[in-house]
């Protein structure tokens, strides 16, 4: 008999069933972080061949609630999914090539992370969304506008810097 798998273990303390595509899904979600449902359901039909949507879907849903994958949904972007739960970290989100990181601890002013007055709720989780643009973006956007000026130059000398 071959003995039990991490994920199976997992899914059993959690109350859920064993089942190959909660399994399938649960491996997809721990080895992609971040991932959509559309990349998740590549990864599962990769490893189990046909597989609905909508089963995906109903998978990520009770692991949702079963706290064994966190959802989360970057404005402007599908929901996304991770195994990093009950941490209270927050995400970095490129505005440009979309790229998501981890952020383990807000740094400076951390007082909007607590709700002020009395709001009469026990808050359990806090989510921080992040927005900017990473270094890859940043250089690359600097090199385009660094040719691009260069292009304007030659093309129309007036243009240069100092030049009237």
């Not at 970057?74 to 490129?94: F, I, N, T």
């Not at 601890?105 to 007082?111: K, P, V």
């Amino acid at each position: 008999m071959p003995k039990p798998s991490r994920f199976e273990s997992v899914l059993r303390e959690a109350g859920l069933r064993v089942t190959r595509p909660r399994l399938a899904v649960l491996d997809a979600v721990h080895g992609h972080p971040h991932a959509d449902t559309d990349a998740i359901l590549s990864v599962v039909r990769t490893e189990l061949g046909e597989v609905s949507q909508q089963a995906v879907y109903d998978v990520l849903h009770a692991l949702t609630a079963a706290r064994l994958v966190r959802r989360f949904e970057p404005m402007g972007s599908a929901a996304r999914y991770e195994a990093r739960v009950g941490d209270h970290h927050h995400h970095l989100v490129c505005r440009t090539c979309g790229d998501i990181v981890d952020v383990d601890h807000a740094a400076g002013d951390t007082s909007c992370l607590t709700p002020a007055g009395g709001s009469g709720y026990e808050v359990d989780e806090t989510e921080v969304i992040f927005w900017g643009r990473c270094a890859p973006c940043v250089a690359e956007s600097s090199g385009r506008a660094t040719a691009d000026q260069r292009r304007l130059d030659r093309a129309d000398p007036h243009h240069q810097k100092g030049k009237d």
